[in-house]
């Protein structure tokens, strides 16, 4: 709070745009998300406007997904711009990190268009859809900060092997994350024809990704024992934990059904939000294990 008012800032406002940074990062995943899978991504013909002549689409539904991807594109950027101007004053560390946010998401818009110019390659989509994942990591670890300053730091101080294994399992989901990119990549798709070209094989992908899932699920457990047992200091954490557990299990069960259903893209924009979510949370338990905000240190015990 004392770093906050010295350096001039609102907090409550600040905290505001990084929330509002975050949320419009996770959205603009999911309509991303639901641009390819309508195979929607050639919907427009034009940039910045969609069609030849007129900045409105006119034509099918495709060119108003594609469209309402673009508009909404605005928010983030607009959001996640003011919120590394608001942070400018304050510690360096944190001005780089939500002005790497901006950055990155300010990127995506020359992003998307070279993948539409280059009729939206696989290896392009991939790197788009990852950008968005990392702005939105960053944008958490802005908003958890912004949290701290407002309202202060709880005399909570978490282990240093288990910040580390934190950190371990934040890598290991970037890992989840892009090595099920490249499985998505390599595999059929629902917004693309029956014979196109893809990205590597699909076993070879499915090989590495099930790997990093046991990983991952290794580190994890390790985290949430530790966590258990020393849920009388900081019940909360754990319990934010447990419910990492439910939204895991959740976006596996999502995969399964979307396998076993030939891919309808309405489940896999289910899968990819819930991926969006875990990556998003996976973060927030790793940033607030090393920087722990005061709500953390509250509740029973």
């Known amino acids: 709070m004392r770093a906050v008012e010295q350096a001039d800032v609102n907090p409550i406002r600040f905290r505001r745009l990084a929330a509002a940074t975050v949320a419009t990062l996770y959205v603009i995943v999911i309509t991303g998300s639901l641009v390819r899978l309508t195979g929607s991504g050639l919907g427009c013909e034009a940039w910045p406007g969609c069609e030849e002549g007129t900045f409105f689409p006119e034509r099918d539904y495709h060119a108003f997904i ?5 508009v909404f594109g605005i928010f983030p950027i607009a959001f996640s711009v003011l919120t590394a101007i608001a942070a400018r004053r304050l510690p360096r560390w944190l001005w780089l990190t939500a002005l790497g946010v901006a950055v990155l998401t300010v990127s995506e818009a020359p992003l998307g268009l070279a993948t539409i110019r280059y009729d939206l390659p696989p ?3 991939m790197v788009h859809f990852l950008v968005a994942l990392l702005a939105l990591g960053g944008a958490i670890v802005v908003f958890l900060e912004a949290t701290r300053l407002e309202r202060g730091a709880p005399a909570l101080e978490f282990p240093r092997e288990l910040r580390i294994a934190a950190l371990a399992l934040t890598a290991a989901c970037l890992g989840l994350v892009v090595t099920g990119t490249f499985t998505t990549a390599a595999g059929p798709h ?7 070209d893809r990205l590597g094989e699909l076993p070879d992908a499915l090989y590495v990704h099930v790997r990093i899932t046991a990983v991952f699920g290794c580190i994890f457990l390790f985290v949430l024992g530790y966590l258990a047992a020393r849920r009388q200091v900081a019940r909360r954490a754990f319990t934010f934990g447990v419910g990492l557990v439910v939204l895991l299990l959740a976006q596996m069960a999502v995969g399964e059904l979307q ?3 030939e ?3 309405g489940i896999v924009v289910v899968h990819v ?22 709500w953390l240190a509250r509740g029973p015990g």
């Open 66 to 70: 594609e469209f309402g991807n673009r």
């Open 123 to 125: 290896a392009m989509v």
């Open 190 to 196: 629902s917004g693309d024809p029956d014979v196109v």
């Open 259 to 261: 396998w076993r259903l």
């Open 263 to 265: 891919l309808p893209w």
């Open 273 to 294: 939000a819930l991926a969006a979510a875990v990556w998003g949370l996976t973060v927030a338990l790793a940033a607030m294990l090393w920087r722990p905000p005061r």
